[in-house]
């Protein structure tokens, strides 16, 4: 069993600029920031390594950091440009019963994250479900596609802090 | 108006209007189509089994909308299933009747202004016979919608569609 700052030193050691810091001062689970491009070599890195064995992704979740900057549409809703969309990987070791949260900021304007399919399955549909709520695309995922929204649906990704509900899907009226 | 105040005192002959006989016969075989969407659909899997028995209403549910008349819509309608309950709904032959289950179904419920995802109210899709109020609605709430239903029936005319 590992303690948060102990992961974070093997990962630095392992991967060393790739990795940006690590944060204790949260609420919940420490976190380690890590570069969301190569966050697939070190999901492999903590499944595979003997004294972290992270075979579990508990979950994997999208945020909107919204730490922009915040402006007004004309008909008075926010528009926020520039800032970081998040991705954060809850992990369990069901062998050495440690945890750890990673996380992966990526921009607003381009929401690129390599996808970690291939070191979790259980990403599959994490990822679909990201990217459906918050538009962050999934590099290399096989089948990134909408998974609980229609595929039609047009009017952008739902849990964006920006977001504006369309006035009509289909003919049906949205609002109430 | 019952049938049966109208009977012969030397039985075995029962007079009734067409229209009555037709309503009868409708109204106390209401076949339901198999579906339910959200937690209404739990209570309306309460009503259906032993301790309040839809079956003895002539509610039986049928696993095809071809076969059915009236559809419970139990639960909340997001925009998605909104299209196939539209679907679902122009699948079943006339006449058909509708009963639109708690909160969700009549207007949105709980997600009338940040459900980006729902339909605030079925009754913006397919037209809607009995409104059930409730979060889910009980069980007796759900039989009460159902016994409204068919009074509905009951005082249609053959001449006229009501529904």
Redesign the interface.
Known sequence: MKNPEEIFELLKKEFGEMILGLDKDTPVDPTISVDPMQIHKIGAFLRDNEELKFDSLMVLSGVDDANGTKTKDEDGTDLITGGNLSVYYHLHSTTLKHKIVIKASTSRENPVVESVYNVWRTSDWHEREAFDMFGIIFKNHPDLRRI???YDWEAGF?LRKD?K?PEF??G????? | MGLLDKEFSDGNIVIARAEDLMNWARLSSIWQLGFGLACCAIEMMATSASHYDFDRFGVIPRNTPRQADAIIISGTVT??M??RIKRLYEQMPDPKYIISMGSCAN??GPY??HG??V??GID??IPVDVYVPGCPPRPEALLEGLLKLQDKIRHESMRKKTA
Do not use: D, F, I
């Not at chain 1, 049906?172 to 109430?176: A, E, G, N, Q």
């Open positions: 609980l929204m229609p739902p977001y509900n899907y289909q049906m009226k949205v609002p109430y | 925009l998605k909104a299209t207007c949105g009338w202004e980006y995802h339909l605030k913006r899709v």
